[in-house]
Nanobody
Framework: VQLQACGGGLVQAGGSLRLSCASS????????MGWFRQAPRQEREFVAA????????RYADSVKDRFIISRDNAKAMVYLQMNSLKPEDTAVYFC??????????????????WGQGTLVTVSS
């Protein structure tokens, strides 16, 4: 199983970044996909999730209307478009897969596989 996130970097406040996550080795089409983030000295927190068919999405209140999660089942990819970035969005961002989950889970324990993380730094 492999999930590899990329696309992080340094951006000024108000800017945009697009994160990508490539998956292999597990049933991607049967999985909800999520993005989480973890800032220094803080717990990992939910950012966004999407159902297997892109029919439903869910966002943390802190990113709603600024971030967009999407997926491409043919390529086994999940994306996170991040707009209007703020310094408080600075964190390591992780993609995660929850196999055979019916609901868009916010709890990290409900996800089976994780990527290695990509660092997003937003300067003020």
């Amino acid at each position: 199983v492999q999930l590899q996130a990329c696309g992080g970097g340094l951006v000024q406040a108000g800017g945009s970044l697009r994160l990508s996550c490539a998956s292999s080795g597990y049933p991607f089409r049967n999985s909800i996909m999520g993005w989480f983030r973890q800032a220094p000295r803080q717990e990992r927190e939910f950012v966004a999730a999407i159902t297997w068919n892109s029919g439903s999405t869910r966002y943390a209140d802190s990113v709603k209307d600024r971030f967009i999660i999407s997926r491409d089942n043919a390529k086994a990819m999940v994306y996170l478009q991040m707009n209007s970035l703020k310094p408080e969005d600075t964190a390591v961002y992780f993609c995660a897969a929850g196999v055979d989950r019916r609901w868009l889970e916010r709890d990290p324990d409900e996800y089976d596989y994780w990527g290695q993380g990509t660092l997003v730094t937003v300067s003020s």
